[in-house]
Protein backbone atom coordinates (compact mmCIF):
# COMPACT_ATOMS: atom_id res chain seq x y z
CA UNK A 1 0.00 0.00 0.00
CA UNK A 2 1.37 3.58 -1.13
CA UNK A 3 1.11 5.95 0.90
CA UNK A 4 2.06 9.68 0.59
CA UNK A 5 2.09 12.41 3.22
CA UNK A 6 2.38 15.89 2.21
CA UNK A 7 3.80 18.85 4.61
CA UNK A 8 5.00 22.72 4.56
CA UNK A 9 2.04 24.60 3.22
CA UNK A 10 0.97 27.65 5.21
CA UNK A 11 0.34 31.02 4.39
CA UNK A 12 2.90 33.71 2.85
CA UNK A 13 3.03 36.69 1.19
CA UNK A 14 2.80 37.72 -2.49
CA UNK A 15 6.42 37.17 -3.72
CA UNK A 16 7.63 35.08 -1.10
CA UNK A 17 8.71 31.31 -0.76
CA UNK A 18 7.32 27.74 0.42
CA UNK A 19 8.87 24.43 0.43
CA UNK A 20 6.30 21.26 -0.25
CA UNK A 21 7.39 17.95 0.74
CA UNK A 22 5.64 14.82 0.19
CA UNK A 23 6.96 11.62 1.63
CA UNK A 24 6.24 8.43 0.23
CA UNK A 25 6.00 5.05 1.65
CA UNK A 26 5.49 1.76 -0.51
CA UNK A 27 6.29 2.11 -3.83
CA UNK A 28 7.58 -1.14 -5.16
CA UNK A 29 9.43 0.12 -8.84
CA UNK A 30 11.02 3.65 -8.57
CA UNK A 31 10.90 4.15 -11.98
CA UNK A 32 7.67 6.10 -10.94
CA UNK A 33 6.33 9.12 -11.98
CA UNK A 34 5.08 11.42 -9.33
CA UNK A 35 3.23 14.54 -9.39
CA UNK A 36 1.87 17.65 -7.62
CA UNK A 37 -1.44 18.97 -8.47
CA UNK A 38 -4.01 21.96 -6.59
CA UNK A 39 -7.06 22.38 -6.02
CA UNK A 40 -8.52 26.26 -5.89
CA UNK A 41 -11.94 26.72 -4.19
CA UNK A 42 -14.77 26.34 -6.78
CA UNK A 43 -12.08 24.81 -9.41
CA UNK A 44 -10.95 21.62 -10.27
CA UNK A 45 -7.75 20.33 -9.75
CA UNK A 46 -5.46 20.86 -11.95
CA UNK A 47 -1.74 19.91 -13.03
CA UNK A 48 1.44 21.57 -11.34
CA UNK A 49 4.52 19.94 -12.06
CA UNK A 50 5.40 15.89 -12.28
CA UNK A 51 8.98 14.04 -11.84
CA UNK A 52 10.44 10.87 -12.71
CA UNK A 53 11.75 9.09 -9.91
CA UNK A 54 14.73 7.45 -11.69
CA UNK A 55 16.26 9.85 -14.33
CA UNK A 56 14.81 13.02 -12.98
CA UNK A 57 12.61 13.76 -15.82
CA UNK A 58 10.42 17.07 -15.10
CA UNK A 59 7.03 18.26 -16.20
CA UNK A 60 5.56 21.81 -15.61
CA UNK A 61 2.11 23.64 -15.55
CA UNK A 62 3.23 26.40 -17.89
CA UNK A 63 1.53 29.17 -15.30
CA UNK A 64 4.60 27.72 -12.93
CA UNK A 65 7.16 27.59 -15.25
CA UNK A 66 10.65 29.24 -14.03
CA UNK A 67 8.91 29.74 -10.80
CA UNK A 68 8.28 26.12 -9.17
CA UNK A 69 10.94 23.59 -8.99
CA UNK A 70 10.35 19.65 -8.20
CA UNK A 71 13.07 17.53 -6.94
CA UNK A 72 13.60 13.90 -5.37
CA UNK A 73 15.48 13.05 -2.26
CA UNK A 74 16.03 9.56 -2.40
CA UNK A 75 17.70 9.12 1.17
CA UNK A 76 14.38 10.36 2.67
CA UNK A 77 11.72 9.05 -0.60
CA UNK A 78 10.41 12.79 -0.62
CA UNK A 79 9.28 14.47 -4.08
CA UNK A 80 9.62 18.07 -2.59
CA UNK A 81 7.88 21.02 -4.92
CA UNK A 82 10.18 24.39 -4.27
CA UNK A 83 7.70 27.26 -4.88
CA UNK A 84 9.38 30.56 -5.35
CA UNK A 85 7.50 33.78 -6.78
CA UNK A 86 4.18 33.21 -5.09
CA UNK A 87 1.44 34.92 -6.61
CA UNK A 88 -2.50 35.17 -4.84
CA UNK A 89 -3.73 32.49 -7.70
CA UNK A 90 -1.38 29.81 -6.64
CA UNK A 91 -3.86 29.84 -3.42
CA UNK A 92 -4.97 25.99 -3.51
CA UNK A 93 -4.99 22.92 -1.54
CA UNK A 94 -1.72 21.11 -3.23
CA UNK A 95 -1.81 17.34 -3.38
CA UNK A 96 1.10 14.97 -4.16
CA UNK A 97 -0.21 11.91 -6.85
CA UNK A 98 1.67 8.65 -7.93
CA UNK A 99 2.56 6.52 -9.37
CA UNK A 100 1.58 7.46 -12.18
CA UNK A 101 0.12 4.42 -14.46
CA UNK A 102 3.01 3.37 -16.56
CA UNK A 103 0.64 4.68 -20.50
CA UNK A 104 -1.18 8.02 -18.54
CA UNK A 105 -1.10 10.71 -19.38
CA UNK A 106 1.18 13.05 -16.76
CA UNK A 107 -1.14 16.32 -16.74
CA UNK A 108 -4.18 13.98 -15.85
CA UNK A 109 -4.98 13.27 -12.33
CA UNK A 110 -6.52 10.24 -13.81
CA UNK A 111 -3.64 8.91 -14.47
CA UNK A 112 -2.53 8.32 -10.94
CA UNK A 113 -3.56 5.66 -8.39
CA UNK A 114 -2.44 7.23 -5.12
CA UNK A 115 -2.99 10.54 -3.08
CA UNK A 116 -1.76 12.58 0.04
CA UNK A 117 -4.47 14.44 2.10
CA UNK A 118 -3.57 17.96 0.53
CA UNK A 119 -1.84 20.84 2.17
CA UNK A 120 -3.32 24.23 2.35
CA UNK A 121 -1.19 27.21 0.41
CA UNK A 122 -2.07 30.28 0.48
CA UNK A 123 -0.79 33.75 -0.86
CA UNK A 124 -1.96 37.13 0.48
CA UNK A 125 -1.83 39.94 -2.12
Known amino acids: QVQLIESGGGLVQAGGSLRLSCTAS????????MGWFRQAPGKEREFVAA????????YYADSVKGRFTISIDNADNTVNLQMNSLKPDDTAVYYC??????????????????WGQGTQVTVSS
Open 97 to 114: AGPRSYSGNTYHTSSYQY
Open 51 to 58: IRWTGGST
Open 26 to 33: GLTFMSAV
